[in-house]
């Protein structure tokens, strides 16, 4: 459930400074910054001589079973920790198992490997048809979606797991994925700072801690809805939009009002895809737009006709696999 890691250890004792690299930095003749690190496969370990703190970077999955493909479990705490004082202690650095077992969580990525029922374009499709409110969104070749990917505070990440292993740089890591299906749909919750795990947690979080599968599986569930939460308003945001053009069209073309709506959209997918395949939400568009009851359910029912793509029901489909899987 835990996947990238940044936290900070205050008891350590640094053996062999000449294995580091440093940072100095001086202003009106005052020490600003005093830096030891080495940045090794998949960790990065830094001392600031200042505040006299030890901040570690790791990627978990990696450390312990040698690729992200893998995912840690709750008893992985105690291999973690050992892994974690091995390293430290190649790389010149003495802390005991207490120290890092308490070492006090910056930055966390919860993540779930799910193997989902079908493609994981469809899912990642799907998603992308919602919003996040002051988040920006990208989707890459339908392969990685990922909400606030600028955002300084948290990011939420879905994609193809097998395909994003096949790509790596690391020969034996993506000799893993090699002829596996990709039916595996990741799913990231990554809180970026100090400040917004408190504000999930209402507390610190500790390395031992989050390996809690409680606190993972519930923090994955609430970005989750938080995803799902901005359908109703961007409906709304669409809905105002699409009845002023409605209307504007109706005073306009009469009966070839809808026609020329289709045309203007581009196709029918395009104007369900923005009222996320809700057929409800479609038909009050036409009503409110001032159309019959009888025309609306007309062109709401020529909509889905015309695009003959999945029905709301299998779009929910998917979005409930989902939700069940991370849950799981």
């Known amino acids: 459930m835990v996947d990238t890691v940044t936290a900070c ?82 790389a010149g650095i003495k802390a005991t198992e207490t120290a890092i077992s308490e070492a006090k969580v910056h930055r966390i990525d919860f993540c779930k490997n799910m ?19 002051k988040k920006d969104k990208i989707n890459y ?15 939420i990440c879905i994609y193809n797991k097998i395909r994003q292993v096949s790509k790596v740089k690391d020969e034996k890591e993506r000799a893993l994925a090699f002829g596996m299906p990709e039916n595996i749909l990741r799913f990231e919750s990554r809180l ?33 809805n938080r995803i799902k939460d901005i359908e109703e308003t961007q409906l709304s945001l669409n809905f105002n939009e699409d009845v002023e053009l409605l209307r504007q069209l109706i005073s306009m073309f009469g009966n070839r009002a ?10 029918a997918e395009n104007i369900l895809q923005s009222f996320c395949y809700q057929y409800r939400a479609v038909l009050e568009l036409f009503i409110n737009a001032g159309l019959s009851k009888g025309t609306a359910y007309k062109n709401a029912d020529k909509l889905f006709e015309y695009n003959r793509l999945k029905p709301l029901a299998e779009n929910r489909g998917l979005i409930n696999e989902i939700k069940e899987k991370l849950a799981a």
């Open 192 to 224: 970026l700072n100090n400040r917004t795990i408190k504000k999930e947690f209402k507390d610190s979080l500790f390395l031992y801690s989050s390996f809690d599968k409680q606190k993972a599986t519930g923090q994955l569930l609430r970005d989750f």
């Open 141 to 155: 070749e339908l392969e990685t979606l990922t909400f606030g990917s600028h955002n300084k505070n948290r990011q």
């Open 9 to 90: 250890i205050e008891s350590f004792e640094v053996t062999n400074e000449r294995l580091f690299a440093r940072e100095q930095g001086t202003r009106d003749g005052m020490t600003t910054k005093d830096i030891l690190y080495q940045n090794l496969p998949h960790f990065r370990a830094q001392v600031d001589n200042l505040s006299h703190e030890l901040y570690f970077r790791a990627s978990l999955p990696h450390l312990v079973y040698g690729a992200s493909l893998f995912e840690m479990q709750e008893n992985d705490v105690g291999r973690t920790v050992e892994k974690i004082q091995s390293i430290l202690g190649n």
């Open 115 to 133: 193997r989902v029922d079908h493609s994981c374009k469809d899912y990642i499709a799907l998603l992308d048809n919602y919003r996040m409110p």
């Open 258 to 267: 809808f026609e020329a709506f289709l045309g203007i959209k581009g196709s």
